[in-house]
């Protein structure tokens, strides 16, 4: 059954292993849908555009008789862009396509690398057990069964999704001098958050949030003065963030 | 100095070290992108590599729930995936594919090969023989519009070309086809079973309609339809039966540390044919659309079509379309 998120643990030969936090049932649903959506509006761009263009008036209806032209410039690469989406763009990008990227995902083969092209192609050839009998049913069952969230295209190929973690940063003060203030790391932390996400906060909150982390990390209230209060709580954070 | 005063001084010697983690996650992402094919930023990779694996060790000691950790976590994955990468050449891994790998699925599948098709040689026998014996049975497998065009002495094939031009003909029948093959190929899945049915209903189906046909005096002209493109077409679908048996075996019987791991082995290994199947099935419904229906096409060049394209097959299956050589015993 599926629970909090699992990491995959992958041997390296520095002897520190890499690990890849597995997504779950949401972050594949959530980069599917997207790429549903991509797929489905690609198609239908081609659809609408090729038979305005073969008309040559506003008009959507295709030829009273079979014409092998309308097929093969409008129907047959509207068909082709819906159905071949995932197979193309997982070859064409390693293992991830428009969605993934959005969802903040991407597929690893089990050693933590790019899935080879065979693989991707196996797991795509197996949407059509896992799409059985509707809207993914198999693949969604199978996802919230097995441990590492896979459906059957994913066992069959030897392939998981992971996170991509792309947006993880380092906070702003990270690389400051030490010293031998009061904050270890993790107060150096909060202290460089709360002054990143200083802008964004009401000035209620601000001063909220840096009196307990002065409180916390042993830094005075700012002296009364009639300045501006909030850069008066500001700069004593920056007081306190330096004198670590 | 106390254990609390250690830690700090180590952390914040770490924390020290944040801009080359930020210059080597830097290069990583220009390499992993492709933006850079500097040779310095190759080499520097495997020294970033060890720095970001050696700081990891000591974040996931010091600052176990940081920020810091997860951005050293994210930095050392990304350059994990970037040095283990393998080079990308799809021409060269097409060539290898077809050349090599899939002659070799070919003779690890072979005596599923010829199960498949002994299967479904003997469904297609038992279906001519049934409605042959029972020819009322043909409504199980046929629809009612064919049987009507038949009982009146013609086949469905006839004027189809008048109906549906040949391009669009091609593209719905390879379609079906693919379709089918992949589904023979998929419902391995279901032990194997899946793979059986599929197999069993299309013998009984062509076996009963040829019996069926064959009662209204209409068996050579549904022949010499099906020649040009259907030796190669059944072929394929025995394959892709061969190779969806190979991944039912897998987990009826698994060969390795569990049954998941035995058909992720099979499934990978028997799903290359299927790429040579879906390119050849494309040839099919392409001779489908445009020689099998056209009556202008003498039956002398059907048959040198059917019997051409399924040497083609041969040479394909067995790699010397692309320059393999037969292994000779010393």
């Not at chain 1, 959530?30 to 239908?44: K, S």
């Not at chain 1, 862009?81 to 197979?87: A, G, K, M, S, V």
């Amino acid at each position: 059954m599926s629970g909090p998120v699992r990491d995959l643990t992958v041997d390296s030969v520095t002897g520190i292993d890499v690990s890849l936090p597995v997504a779950g049932p949401g972050a594949r649903a959530y980069a599917f849908l997207l790429d549903w959506h991509i797929r489905l509006i690609v198609a239908l761009a081609w659809f609408v555009v090729g038979a305005l263009l073969y008309n040559g008036r506003p008009s959507l209806a295709p030829p009273l008789s079979n014409d092998a032209r309308w097929f093969g410039t409008v129907v047959a690469p509207a068909l082709a862009i819906y159905f071949l989406y995932h197979c193309v763009l997982e070859l064409a990008m390693r293992g991830s396509t428009p969605g993934k990227r959005m969802a903040g995902v991407r597929l690893v083969a089990r050693d933590g690398g790019s899935p080879s092209a065979g693989a991707l192609l196996t797991r795509n050839v197996f949407r059509l057990v896992d799409s059985l009998p509707l809207c993914y049913g198999v693949g969604l069952i199978s996802v919230v069964l097995t441990r590492d969230h896979l459906r059957i295209g994913d066992m069959a190929a030897g392939t998981l999704l992971v996170f991509e973690r792309a947006e993880a940063r380092l906070p702003g003060s990270a690389a400051a001098a030490p010293g031998a203030g009061h904050l270890d790391a993790a107060g150096a932390e909060i202290v460089a958050e709360l002054l990143e996400r200083w802008s964004t906060l009401t000035p209620e909150a601000r001063q909220r949030l840096a009196r307990q982390v002065l409180e916390r990390y042993g830094g005075g209230e700012p002296a009364a003065s009639g300045g501006d209060p909030d850069a008066a709580w500001r700069a004593e954070l920056e007081r306190l963030a330096s004198s670590r | 100095m106390d254990g609390a005063a250690r830690q700090r001084a180590l952390s914040a010697s770490l924390l020290q070290r944040a801009g080359l983690w930020r210059e080597a996650d830097a290069r990583t992402r220009r390499l992993s992108s492709g933006r850079s094919d500097d040779a310095a930023d190759a080499t520097h990779l495997a020294d970033d590599y060890r720095l970001l694996a050696h700081d990891l060790a000591r974040a996931r000691t010091l600052l176990p729930d940081s920020r810091t950790r997860e951005y050293l976590e994210a930095a050392y994955a990304r350059a994990h995936a970037t040095l283990h990468r393998g080079a990308w050449h799809i021409g060269s891994e097409l060539l290898t594919l077809f050349r090599d790998e899939i002659p070799a699925v070919v003779r690890s599948l072979r005596t599923y090969i010829i199960w498949s098709m002994t299967i479904f040689a003997l469904a297609a026998l038992a279906g001519y023989a049934l409605v042959h014996r029972y020819p009322e049975l043909i409504a199980l497998f046929a629809s009612p519009d064919l049987i009507a065009t038949v009982e009146r002495g013609k086949l469905w094939t006839e004027g189809l070309l008048n109906i549906v031009p040949s391009s669009v003909l091609s593209v719905q029948i390879l379609s079906r086809n693919i379709s089918v093959s992949l589904f023979a190929y998929c419902a391995g899945f279901l032990f194997g079973l899946g793979t059986l049915y599929i197999l069993g209903l299309n013998g009984l189906m062509l076996g009963a309609v040829f019996a069926f046909v064959s009662r209204h005096g209409l068996g050579g002209p549904l022949a010499s339809f099906i020649v040009a493109h259907g030796c190669v077409e059944l072929s394929v679908l025995c394959l892709s039966g061969a190779a969806g048996a190979a991944v039912g075996e897998a987990l009826v019987r698994p060969t390795h540390a569990g049954r998941i791991e035995s058909f992720r082995i099979a499934a990978l290994r028997s799903g290359k044919l299927l790429i040579a199947c879906v390119a050849l099935l494309v040839g099919c419904g392409l001779i489908e659309g445009y020689v099998s229906p056209n009556p202008g096409v003498a039956l002398w060049a059907r048959l040198g079509v059917g019997v051409g394209y399924w040497l083609f097959m041969l040479a394909l299956l067995s790699g010397r379309l692309f320059g393999r050589r037969a292994a000779h015993p010393r």
